[in-house]
């Protein structure tokens, strides 16, 4: 079938319009199952693409209780967080490519200017934003085993 003239053309800027969108749309990830030690499992929404990495948990206004983020690297690395534009306090669990937890910043608080960076101890692969609390409530510890279904 031919198309002529400004039908086609119509047709063209259609095309290239829905294409756009799809590329400059922000990828949907799936959720997945993060257990502690079998101390707790939550629900995890992942963050495996450097837009979601980028953009975490920002503007959020509440997590449920069990529900909280997965960000995923490429390579184990020494990881630094912030928390500007974030809304709710957080506990920041770093974790290594061994799936053991490396260390947790509790309580870290929101901010809007100065935001102090929360920074691994060891190199990380993986680290799971939580409730502020999240960690201490459930006896996460530096040393526990994770497992990431």
Do not use: H
């Not at 608080?109 to 920074?119: A, G, I, M, R």
């Amino acid at each position: 079938m031919k198309m002529e003239g400004n039908a086609g053309n119509k047709l063209l800027v259609l095309v290239a319009v829905i294409l756009i969108l799809l590329i400059l749309s922000p990828p949907k990830e799936k959720n997945v199952l993060v257990s502690f030690s079998g101390k707790s499992t939550i629900t995890a929404e992942v963050a495996g693409t450097p837009y979601l990495r980028e953009k975490g948990l920002m503007f959020v206004r509440s997590l449920p209780q069990d529900y909280g983020m997965l960000f995923i690297f490429e390579t184990p690395q020494q990881l630094r967080f912030w928390m500007k534009n974030t809304l709710i306090p957080l506990d920041i669990i770093f974790i290594s490519e061994n799936f053991t937890v490396v260390n947790i910043a509790e309580n870290a608080q929101p901010c809007s200017e100065y935001c102090p960076l929360y920074v691994s101890a060891a190199p990380a692969k993986y680290v799971v934003e939580v409730n502020a609390g999240f960690a201490e409530r459930n006896g996460i510890e530096v040393g526990d085993g994770v497992r990431i279904e």
